[in-house]
């Protein structure tokens, strides 16, 4: 925790900057492993200070030992308008991204002339490269991510309802030890597989349905997130087709992904595998994201992405088909950039598995 805090003190004084107040809960974890649902963060080049309100003081203690713990009162932006004189801060930069604008103004309204400095991403760019630690816990999240999948293969069955599997997700995901799924589970079956997001519905299984499932394990505040795309008896030509298009258009991403190249660089490879067999304007979405403390994170790989790909950067590699009123297709993985190239975190089987 305090490398990730030096780091940003580096990052304050590249962009000229006296001090940083940390609002988003994910950023304020990031920066000292509390886990409590309320508190900031202030950091200059020499102080660092927790504050948190009555409820969490004994909390931050324990999880933060490396943190001076601060006890704020009704409103905390009077503690850290105290903090700024005592530290002669004339300059504060917040989160323009995490705090409303009413709490601006409040701010601006305590701290006593000092300017208020609105910038963005100065901890989640920090984030964007996990060390060792985060490392290990996403392998145990994408681990547990795969046992349950192996699971859920001998249950489903035609006559099930997709919310009867997203529920039994959920609860072998829990039963191995994750603290709950890291987003809501998409079971999308039959025409509904179709939805890039088609979030569990009432929907009966039938025999001929693909059957999507999205789902990922929240394990020490950490996300891992999976897709796999099955089918209830045999597949017809169409459902093989598309199936087999985004097979090769996935391995050929995940082959794509090392240090150096952009998420640009890699949707291309996927995006133009799906876009030359003439299924370009059923990929709508992204081919990747990254992965962390939040299930949605940098760098994206994405016809925007823009990021140069660093060893230590976890992303999802996940191209999809969709046609709308027969059903679609998405495959994903989680993968770790390596010096080397890259390390797959999820290792369910791909080839297109046939429930009889």
Same mark, same amino acid.
């Given at each position: 925790?305090?490398?990730?805090?030096?780091?940003?003190?580096?990052?304050?004084?590249?962009?000229?900057?006296?001090?940083?107040?940390?609002?988003?809960?994910?950023?304020?974890?990031?920066?000292?492993?509390?886990?409590?649902?309320?508190?900031?963060?202030?950091?200059? %080049?020499?102080?660092?200070?927790?504050?948190?309100?009555?409820?969490?003081?004994?909390?931050?203690?324990?999880?933060?030992?490396?943190?001076?713990?601060?006890?704020?009162?009704?409103?905390?932006?009077?503690?850290?308008?105290?903090?700024?004189?005592?530290?002669?801060?004339?300059?504060?930069?917040?989160?323009?991204?995490?705090?409303?604008?009413?709490?601006?103004?409040?701010?601006?309204?305590? @701290?006593?002339?000092?300017?208020?400095?609105?910038?963005?991403?100065?901890?989640?760019?920090?984030?964007?490269?996990?060390?060792?630690?985060?490392?290990?816990?996403?392998?145990?999240?994408?681990?547990?991510?795969?046992?349950?999948?192996?699971?859920?293969?001998?249950?489903?069955?035609?006559?099930?309802?997709?919310?009867?599997?997203?529920?039994? @997700?959920?609860?072998?995901?829990?039963?191995?030890?994750?603290?709950?799924?890291?987003?809501?589970?998409?079971?999308?079956?039959?025409?509904?597989?179709?939805?890039?997001?088609?979030?569990?519905?009432?929907?009966?299984?039938?025999?001929?349905?693909?059957?999507?499932?999205?789902?990922?394990?929240?394990?020490?505040?950490?996300?891992?997130?999976?897709?796999?795309?099955?089918?209830?008896?045999?597949?017809?030509?169409?459902?093989?087709?598309?199936?087999?298009?985004?097979?090769?258009?996935?391995?050929?991403?995940?082959?794509?992904?090392?240090?150096?190249?952009?998420?640009?660089?890699?949707?291309?490879?996927?995006?133009?595998?799906?876009? %030359?067999?003439?299924?370009?304007?059923?990929?709508?979405?992204?081919?990747?994201?990254?992965?962390?403390?939040?299930?949605?994170?940098?760098?994206?790989?994405?016809?925007?992405?823009?990021?140069?790909?660093?060893?230590?950067?976890? &992303?999802?590699?996940?191209?999809?088909?969709?046609?709308?009123?027969?059903?679609?297709?998405?495959?994903?993985?989680? &993968?770790? &950039?390596?010096?080397?190239?890259?390390?797959? @975190?999820?290792?369910?089987?791909?080839?297109?598995?046939?429930?009889?």
């Amino acid at each position: 925790m305090e490398k990730r805090i030096d780091r940003l003190r580096e990052r304050l004084k590249e962009q000229d900057l006296e001090a940083l107040l940390v609002i988003h809960p994910m950023n304020r974890r990031y920066l000292t492993g509390f886990t409590g649902t309320a508190g900031m963060v202030l950091v200059t %080049d020499k102080d660092a200070k927790l504050l948190v309100d009555f409820r969490y003081v004994e909390q931050a203690q324990k999880q933060a030992p490396h943190m001076d713990v601060v006890r704020v009162g009704g409103e905390p932006f009077r503690t850290v308008a105290q903090l700024c004189r005592e530290w002669n801060v004339s300059r504060l930069a917040f989160e323009q991204d995490h705090l409303v604008y009413a709490r601006v103004e409040k701010l601006k309204s305590i @701290l006593d002339g000092a300017e208020v400095v609105p910038v963005s991403n100065m901890v989640e760019k920090l984030r964007e490269t996990k060390d060792a630690d985060e490392l290990k816990t996403l392998r145990q999240a994408a681990r547990i991510a795969d046992e349950v999948f192996a699971e859920i293969l001998k249950e489903i069955r035609p006559g099930l309802r997709e919310r009867d599997i997203a529920f039994r @997700l959920e609860f072998l995901m829990r039963e191995k030890g994750a603290t709950s799924s890291s987003f809501d589970i998409i079971v999308a079956s039959g025409p509904r597989s179709a939805l890039p997001h088609g979030v569990a519905s009432d929907r009966v299984l039938e025999k001929g349905d693909f059957v999507t499932l999205d789902f990922g394990a929240l394990y020490e505040g950490y996300c891992s997130d999976i897709t796999r795309t099955i089918v209830l008896g045999k597949p017809n030509e169409r459902q093989r087709e598309i199936y087999d298009i985004v097979l090769y258009a996935q391995q050929a991403a995940l082959e794509a992904v090392r240090p150096g190249v952009t998420g640009r660089d890699v949707d291309k490879v996927a995006r133009d595998i799906i876009t %030359d067999r003439g299924y370009g304007e059923q990929f709508g979405h992204s081919t990747g994201h990254g992965i962390g403390l939040e299930i949605h994170e940098a760098p994206t790989l994405s016809v925007n992405g823009e990021t140069v790909l660093q060893s230590g950067m976890v &992303v999802t590699v996940e191209p999809g088909i969709y046609l709308p009123g027969f059903g679609g297709v998405r495959i994903e993985d989680d &993968v770790v &950039v390596t010096e080397q190239g890259k390390e797959v @975190l999820t290792h369910s089987p791909k080839d297109l598995i046939v429930i009889e």
